[in-house]
């Protein structure tokens, strides 16, 4: 889900069907991975100044999804976007 100052932007929205076949189902970190590495490389490859580059990033899990996340953000060398993990 994507929001801004007007509210929801449907058009940014993206699902993802996860893709590596070697991945243990319900290994959510590993899948977390896979999706944000995506989502992120895709976002990489486009103009990066005119696309619409997340200020925030939600992440559904505890201090483990959050790592994974900090990861991905390192390795793909993304800068500048705030990570919140929010759980239970």
């Known amino acids: 889900i994507v929001a801004g100052q007007e509210g929801f932007i449907k058009r940014a929205y993206r699902k993802f069907t996860i ?5 243990t189902p ?5 899948m977390m991975r896979e999706v944000l ?11 990066w100044e005119s696309t ?3 200020q925030l990033v939600l992440i559904d899990g505890g201090q483990g999804q ?3 996340a900090c990861e991905v953000l390192q390795e ?13």
Do not use: C, W
């Open 19 to 23: 893709k590596n076949k070697e991945l």
């Open 26 to 30: 319900g290994d959510d970190y590993a």
């Open 37 to 47: 590495t995506r989502r992120f490389k895709r976002l990489l490859e486009e103009d």
């Open 52 to 54: 619409e580059v997340p």
């Open 66 to 68: 959050l790592r994974v």
């Open 76 to 88: 793909l060398g993304v800068e500048g976007v705030t990570l919140v993990a929010i759980s239970k």
